[in-house]
């Protein structure tokens, strides 16, 4: 079974630095974008980063590039995203999903547009106060 299991969400200020962790298994990696989203109340959900393990390739929406970091550890079958410099508008239910199009999650960062993913995992709240 395909599992996604997000954490590390919490409450920090602004200019605070947060890593979320994923334990993603189930699915053959090399195969996958793994990616993380995120979705402030009332709005869709917002592509944050992805990661591909075939090629090491990351994408960053355009709203986090410079701040944010993915990584993975293949071993430990772990994603990570280190979040820096945090806003108030970075706050959100932060998930992590995976999905064999590769070639549409790493749009999905890009374009701002949601296209869907095939697997998701539970959320981690990220709080950040002005």
């Known amino acids: 079974d395909v599992q996604l299991q997000a954490s590390g969400g919490g409450l920090v200020h602004t200019g605070d630095s947060l890593r979320l962790s994923c334990r993603a298994s189930g699915f053959p990696w090399d195969d996958y974008a793994i990616a993380w989203f995120r979705q402030a109340p009332g709005k869709l959900h917002e592509g944050v980063a992805c990661?591909?393990?075939?090629?090491?390739?990351?994408v960053y929406g355009n709203s986090v590039k410079g701040r944010f970091t993915i990584s993975s550890d293949r071993a430990e079958n772990m994603v990570y995203l280190e979040m820096n410099s945090l806003k108030p508008e970075d706050a959100g239910v932060y998930y992590c999903?995976?999905?064999?199009?590769?070639?549409?999650?790493?749009?999905?960062?890009?374009?701002?547009?949601?296209?869907?993913?095939?697997?998701w995992g539970k959320g981690t709240q990220v709080t950040v106060s002005s």
């Open positions: 990661i591909t393990t075939v090629d090491g390739g990351v």
């Open positions: 999903a995976a999905d064999e199009d590769i070639s549409k999650t790493r749009t999905t960062m890009t374009s701002g547009l949601y296209y869907g993913m095939a697997y």
